[in-house]
């Protein structure tokens, strides 16, 4: 397979390289490249586009693995209608959806014109602001100019940065002028998004699956993964894991084949994801994952060496989560950060008696998932790590140091 920009893990391990088809030593695929791997754009009509996504359960990737077929048989057909590409990317641990833009972007291109044809409309917004994955697109759009003209009109728009500014709902308010933070009432944009209109609104890795289906057809498209969830997903490895970055794997690929061995503890779906001892017996598919209790969300998994503080980690994180409150909903401003200085004193070896009952009360307290992303966050941390818990409480340390493993920046 093909690994980009990222160290490579064994070559034949993760099987064809199918959304990365094209890219070769971390180099962008070009539109020339891009139509010798990916042939020529075909579309297809809405009840074509989501018989086929239905065929092959096709999942949104971003937080919510909505089926596509549903999301698209709830968007009215016409010119109204809004197609945006959430490109904001706002999980720090996570870089797949840059790296489809950045090496990729005709792909997504392709993936996002689709659905606007199906849907009959002309309207596509791109949402970004990873620099480089912003250029890489402007420059696939005046490849197109040049070359094939585009079908629809494209903009492109630079996205503030923010763990929450990424969340569906904020990105559409901030692409309308306002604030990128979600709104406090929970509208769904098929109904109400982008300029009021009704909006199919998914994240990049979605789109670079539609255009993947229609250039391969869902026999083909199904022929590898996981029955339930068939195809390649895209996962960014972190950590003490058989190779690290962006990496496309088969579903069905069994996740301790990234994550082997005896090690520290696992982060799955990242900061609004589980944390668990090992992932034995787990696969990729998120169907079996999120029947476990355990959402994929953007794809991360994180394996702490087992030299570095746990805790420390997951306080650094559980800190970084309560900075990331919008601060408009109450419970969310100052739960997350009672459930952070709860998780310090654990650390420092103190007692939190409330920890839990406060981790239990910021669930479904607020206008966006954040509260309940959080709560999960640590919740599984004091389920996962009750070693470490011990530890610190009987010496007020484990001996280990904080090794930064989970990144704080990333989303900036
Ligand atoms: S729940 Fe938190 S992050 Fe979400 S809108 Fe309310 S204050 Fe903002």
Not at 165 to 171: C, I, K, L, N
Request: glycine share 12%; with cysteine.
């Amino acid at each position: 397979m093909t690994t980009v920009g990222l160290p490579a893990a064994s070559p034949t391990a993760f099987g064809t390289a199918r959304l990365l088809g094209g890219v070769t030593h971390g180099g962008r695929a070009d539109l020339t490249t891009h139509r010798r791997v990916h042939g020529p754009q075909h579309h297809r009509t809405l009840d074509e586009l989501a018989a086929d996504a239905s065929r092959v359960r096709l999942l949104g990737r971003g937080g919510a693995a909505f089926p596509v077929a549903t999301k698209l048989a709830a968007v009215p057909v016409g010119p109204r209608t809004q197609v945006v590409v959430n490109g904001s990317e706002s999980e720090p641990a996570s870089r797949k959806d840059r790296t489809l833009m950045t090496l990729t972007p005709h792909l997504v291109l392709d993936g996002a014109l689709a659905v606007a044809r199906a849907l009959r409309t002309t309207h596509v917004t791109i949402a970004v602001h990873d620099e480089a994955a912003y250029a890489s697109l402007r420059a696939a759009l005046e490849e197109r100019t040049r070359r094939e003209p585009v079908t629809g009109r494209v903009d492109l728009h630079r996205q503030p940065a923010g763990f929450v500014s990424g969340e569906v709902r904020a990105v559409l308010r901030g692409l309308d002028g306002g604030p990128a933070v979600p709104p406090s009432r929970r509208t769904l944009p098929s109904v109400s998004g982008l300029h009021g209109a009704p909006t199919f609104a998914s994240n990049v890795e979605t789109f670079a699956q539609v255009a993947l289906l229609i250039s391969l057809g869902p026999a083909e498209y199904a022929a590898v993964g996981d029955p339930e969830e068939p195809g390649t997903t895209l996962l960014t490895l972190l950590g003490d894991t058989r190779t690290r970055g962006v990496v496309e794997v088969p579903t069905d690929l069994p996740l301790d084949a990234l994550v082997p061995g005896e090690g520290g503890p696992v982060l799955l779906g990242g900061y609004h994801g589980r944390w668990v001892h090992d992932v034995v017996g787990r696969t990729a598919a998120r169907p079996g994952l999120r029947a476990a209790g355990l959402p994929l969300n953007a794809g991360v998994v994180a394996r702490l060496p087992r030299d570095v503080c746990a805790l420390a980690e997951v306080t650094a994180v559980a800190r970084w989560l309560a900075a990331q409150s919008a601060g408009q909903c109450g419970p969310c401003l100052f739960g997350t950060a009672a459930a952070a200085r709860d998780v310090g004193e654990l650390l420092r070896g103190r007692a939190a008696p409330a920890v839990e009952a406060r981790v239990a009360g910021l669930v479904r307290r607020g206008a966006c998932a954040h509260p309940d992303g959080t709560a999960a966050f640590v919740a599984s941390a004091l389920e996962a790590l009750p070693d470490e818990l011990a530890e610190h409480r009987r010496h007020g340390t484990c001996g280990r140091p904080y090794g930064g493993v989970l990144p704080l920046d990333g989303a900036g």
